[in-house]
């Protein structure tokens, strides 16, 4: 079993600053790609930012130049630095990660999310 558990969600004051956090833990032969995806009231869940491995990363482009995402290989986790946000911002964040539970065994892992309210 692995599991992703985030924290550092929670109501921000437009133009603030949030800071979420998301560690893997349980069965974990290596781990491949993490990222953030976020999901709206009514809308469909969308891709945040990502980084391999290797550090690459990527954006979308609502969040570029106000997002920055991080990973500690060595503790297994993964930070989103949010900042200037907005209320369009607001949705529930869900970390995600790729598994390899073995050397053969890859699984899609998904976080239980944290909300993040941004006021006007």
């Known amino acids: 079993q692995v599991q992703l558990v985030e924290s550092g969600g929670g109501l921000v004051q437009g133009g603030g600053s949030l800071r979420l956090s998301c560690a893997a833990s349980?069965?974990?032969?290596?781990?491949?790609?993490m990222g953030w995806y976020r999901q709206a009231p009514g809308k469909q869940r969308e891709l945040v930012s990502y980084i391999t491995g290797s550090g690459s990363t990527n954006y979308a482009d609502s969040v570029k130049g106000r997002f920055a995402i991080s990973r500690d290989n060595a503790k297994n986790t993964v930070d989103l630095q949010m900042n200037s946000l907005n209320p369009e911002d607001t949705a529930v964040y869900y970390c995600?990660?790729?598994?390899?539970?073995?050397?053969?065994?890859?699984?899609?892992?998904w976080g239980q999310g944290t909300q993040v309210p941004v006021s006007s």
């Open positions: 995600y990660a790729s598994i390899f539970i073995s050397s053969r065994l890859l699984r899609s892992c």
């Open positions: 349980g069965s974990i032969f290596s781990i491949n790609g």
